[in-house]
């Protein structure tokens, strides 16, 4: 009974900090969408404080939909994506396969290489890249937004490391079936790393998603930016008209989130996989 | 005959891994490696507003650099911002994980709710907060108030807002910390507490003889990482610290310098010099922690 007791207690503290853990993760989402749906003057309302808006009004929305054109940031927001996204498993998976399976000259150089952008700060390569897109008179286009994500330090060493973590038995049954270096590698070796390509390109879609600086760097146009750099540009526009700011957050991140809740075994799994695997 | 095979084989390697190589090798190369040069190249140089050209000024963006007292203080805001974000949100991270990774009832959906920041734009984090923390008519100050506290000026206070910024940057990346520490957990044995169940160790105990140190791979990866992250810190900056605002001195870090010089004031040489700094700061604490790291592990 005494040991009962106790677990029912250690279980009930268990759960009272989840939930105030829970609470404090989910509170600015939930104060977002309720300022959304609220009146300029409700928002800044203070005696009484308004928690719960008087009317689920949608005329934030309305009129930041009127300012932006959300279908516009969207679409380049999925394009940034896409393109990063394909650009980093085709291109990581060719060169992991070759770092962790391949023997031969120039190979550990190569390897190094990739060692080496992964120690180094990201920004020390924007000034070089945005004069690159500049003097190919590419800034303010798609390709601009995928262009530093064109290849992958980061996804060659995960996808190098899914290759290596492959049994020799495998290879060499299709090597003495006649099999070419290609074959084998795209269709023996290449499926069995799946579980590290979708953990790339979810890593790469989230971070293609929340990288702020790039796009405010080489799009500067309001028809060419994605989500992250026009969520910049509004609050320099309309300070302090918070339901409209809230509005344009809450466009901005429910995709994101509707995705990420039904496909959050793979969002998580994913990033444990892309970070355990160092 | 075996040889020549042999040969054949190894060539056929070298032809195959090569070309599987080469979009990454050159892409390596244009994007990042001669990059890094170019980056340093220009910090010797001076470039003008108005599309002046290059003036080679030698290491004149340095002397300013070392006699620039806001290169300092950012320095210094850097790493203070660091120093608050590592710790907290690898501590927090860690009790959320170890709960987690019990039989407890809505694991899922608490881990669904820790990782949520993790999908959101960090400018709409950033609003969202600069929301709360209003002095006006800000959530948190409502709360404080209606406890009977004064209001805070959450970020226009120089001596609070590092702070403030700070509790963003671990609300922001606790979610991902855990989702590591959740899979280095999973590696442990079970046997292991058991075992120790069966000696008399109480949850405690367990927690520093066993989880701790069977977690300092994974815990060694996420403090490098986030060592490295937070010493870039720049779009909870960028988005929450208006021009105008007076903690901003007190509050810009390094990459929000390196920012504001190359793409606001145009003056690329002296933005180049400042990443060199933010490198070689990130390569040496880097450099630091493996070590440290190697010496406790040999020990």
Redesign the interface.
Known sequence: MNIKTKKLLN?AL??I??LI??V??????L??LL?SFKTISE????NP?VIFPSKWRLDAFKSVMSKMNFLRLYWNTLVLIIGRIFFAV???T??G???GR??????NL?FG??L??M????????????L?VSKMGMLNTSFALI??G????FG?FLLRQAYISLPKDLEEAAVLDGC???AR?LFVMLPLTRSSMVALGIFTA?FA??D??WP??VNTEQTTMP???A??KI?GQFTSD?PE??A???L??VP??I???LF?KQ??EG???S??K? | MKRREKTKF?L???F???L??L???V??????????F??IY?SFFKTGAFGKGNIFVGLQNYKKLFSDASVWQALFNTFKYAIIEVPFSIA?AL??AV??N?K???R??????????????????A???R??Y?S??G?LN?LLN?IGLKSVEWISNPSIAFISIAIVGI?SV???NM??F???LQ?IPHDYYEAAEIDGANAFRQFFAITLPCLSP?MF??TV?RV?GA??V??VI??MMDRVNPALYKTQSL?YL??KY??VESN?GY??AI??L??AV??II?AVQVYLQKKWSDA
């Open positions: 279980s268990i759960q900090v989840l853990g829970a404090v993760m989910i509170v600015p989402f104060w977002m300022t928002s800044t309302q203070v404080f085709v291109t990581a060719m060169a396969y070759a770092l391949l023997k031969f000259p120039g190979r190569a290489l990739v080496f952008q120690m180094v700060p990201a920004q020390i390569f924007i000034i070089p890249q945005y690159m262009f530093p064109l290849v992958t330090a060659t070419g270096v290609f590698f989230l998603f929340k702020l600086m405010l760097v989500l992250s750099a969520l910049a609050q918070y700011l809230m344009a957050s809450m901005a991140c994101m989130i995705i990420y809740i959050q969002f998580i990033i444990a996989t970070g355990s160092m | 190894n056929k390697d070298f195959w891994g090569w599987f190589l979009p990454t090798v892409g390596l190369l244009i994007l990042n490696i001669i990059p890094i170019q980056t220009q927090i009790v959320f709960l987690l019990k407890i009832r809505g899922t959906v608490y881990r669904t709710i820790y990782f949520l920041p993790m999908v959101a734009a960090p400018a709409a984090i609003m969202v907060w929301w709360l209003n006006e008519f959530l409502h209606s609300w606790v979610g991902y989702v590591l959740l899979a280095g590696e994974t990866f996420v990482t490295i010493l870039q720049f779009d960028y988005m990459v390196f920012y190359s793409f690329k933005g180049s990443v060199v933010l490198l990130i390569m880097t």
